[in-house]
C-alpha cells in the first residue's frame, strides 16, 4: 500500500508542485487548502481558524506548506498563518489514532536573520530580523518538539527563494521587468543568492520522509544577478539593459533613505541596494549526504519558468526601435 499524503496549503505555488510529483510517483494525496470548493478526497480547512477534521482519514507522511508569505502583510497575518496555523494542524494530528511516521515542515532561510554570507550551514545561529522569520522559527520549534513527544520523524526544509511556474517574488519581477524593457541593472551583478526549483523540492519529497533534521535546499549553483538577468533575456531575445554605476546608485539610494523616512513605501533604498550588493548563499551538503540531492540549476530550466510567467514569448520590439518606426 502507497503511504498516504496530507499537503496542506495544495493550491499554493510550492503545493501544487508537490502534488503533482507525488501523484506521478504513485502515492495517495489529501489535499487540505483554505479555499473551496474541495478537491477530490480533499479537505477545505482554514488552519489560522482552528483544527482540521481529519476523524477517520489515514495520514502516513505531511507536508506541510501552508502559510502566509506576503512580506507587507500586518505582524498578526504572520501568527495566525504561520505559528497558530501549525499549531492546529499538530492538534489535529495528535487526534488520530495513529501518528504520522513522518512531518514535512517547509521553513525559509528567513529564520536566519542574514543579508550577507557564503554557504551558511545548518547550524547556523537563528537571529531573524522579520516578523515572518521569527514566525517560522516559532513553527519549526513547535514541530520538533511535536515530533520528538510522539516518535515521529521530523525533517525541516529550509529553503531559499522558489523558481519555477507560477512562482512569485523577486525572480518573477525580474522576468516582468526585463519583458518590458524597465530593467536597471546595478554595479556589476555578481552578488550570487541561493535558489532552487520548486519542481526539485518537490521530487525530493518522497525522500525526505524519514529522514529526520533540518536542511538546506538550493540548485548549487547560487546563480549571480547577472547570471539570471543573462539566461532570462537569451529566452526573451532581449539585449543587455544599460546599468547603474555604484556611486550614482548609492546618491539614488540615499535620497530613497530620506523618502521612507517620510513616509514614502517602496522606495529604492539603502537596504534594497546592499541587498543587490551582497553575496548570501546556503550549504546543502547535508542534503546530498543524507538523501542524495541532486537538483538542477535554475537558470537551465529558464525557458519552462519564463514562459509560464508571461506565455509564449514572442519578439518584442525595444522602445528605441519603436520610436523609428
Known amino acids: ?57 489515514r495520514v502516513d507522511v505531511v507536508a506541510h506548506l501552508a502559510g502566509f508569505v506576503h512580506h507587507d502583510a500586518p505582524p498578526e497575518a504572520f501568527e495566525r498563518s504561520i505559528v497558530d496555523g501549525t499549531r492546529h494542524l499538530l492538534d489535529s494530528l495528535a487526534r488520530l489514532d495513529l501518528p504520522p511516521r513522518a512531518f514535512i515542515y517547509a521553513s525559509s532561510v528567513a529564520v536566519y536573520g542574514r543579508t550577507t554570507g557564503e554557504l551558511v ?21 513547535l514541530v520538533a518538539a511535536w515530533a520528538g513527544r510522539r516518535g515521529v520523524a521530523a525533517s525541516i526544509l529550509r529553503l531559499p527563494g522558489l523558481v519555477g511556474p507560477g512562482m512569485r517574488g523577486g525572480v518573477a519581477r525580474l522576468v516582468r521587468r526585463l519583458r518590458r524593457w524597465s530593467y536597471l541593472g546595478i554595479g556589476p551583478g555578481t552578488a550570487r543568492r541561493s535558489v ?12 525526505l520522509a524519514g529522514a529526520s533534521g533540518t536542511f538546506h535546499l538550493t540548485d548549487r549553483a547560487h546563480p549571480s544577478f547577472l547570471d539570471l538577468e543573462t539566461a532570462i533575456r537569451a529566452r526573451l531575445g532581449r539585449r543587455p539593459p544599460p546599468r547603474l554605476p555604484l556611486p550614482m546608485a548609492r546618491l539614488l539610494a540615499r535620497v530613497g533613505d530620506l523618502a521612507e523616512r517620510a513616509g514614502v513605501e517602496g522606495a529604492f533604498s539603502t537596504p534594497v541596494l546592499e541587498r ?11 542534503a546530498v549526504e543524507r538523501f542524495g540531492w541532486a537538483p538542477t540549476p535554475v537558470v537551465e530550466r529558464v525557458a519552462e519558468w519564463v514562459e509560464e510567467e508571461i506565455g509564449p514569448v514572442r519578439p518584442l520590439r525595444s522602445p528605441s526601435s519603436r520610436r523609428r518606426s
Not at 496542506?8 to 510550492?14: D, P, S, V, W
Not at 550551514?121 to 520549534?141: C, F, L, N, P
Not at 532552487?196 to 525522500?207: F, G, K, R
Open 1 to 57: 500500500m502507497s503511504p498516504r499524503w496530507l499537503v496542506t496549503g495544495a493550491r499554493g505555488f510550492l503545493g501544487r508542485h508537490v502534488c503533482a510529483a507525488l501523484e506521478r510517483a504513485g502515492h495517495d494525496v489529501l489535499r487540505l487548502d483554505r479555499t473551496p470548493p474541495a478537491p477530490t478526497d480533499g479537505l477545505v480547512a482554514d488552519l489560522t481558524i482552528g483544527p482540521p477534521d481529519l476523524r477517520g482519514r
Open 121 to 141: 550551514t545548518e547550524a547556523a545561529a537563528t537571529a531573524a530580523t522579520t516578523v515572518y522569520g521569527r514566525s517560522k522559527r516559532r513553527a519549526e520549534e
Open 196 to 207: 532552487v526549483l520548486a519542481e526539485d523540492v518537490a521530487a525530493a519529497l518522497p525522500d
Open 276 to 286: 543587490t550588493l551582497d553575496t548570501l548563499t546556503f550549504d546543502d551538503s547535508l
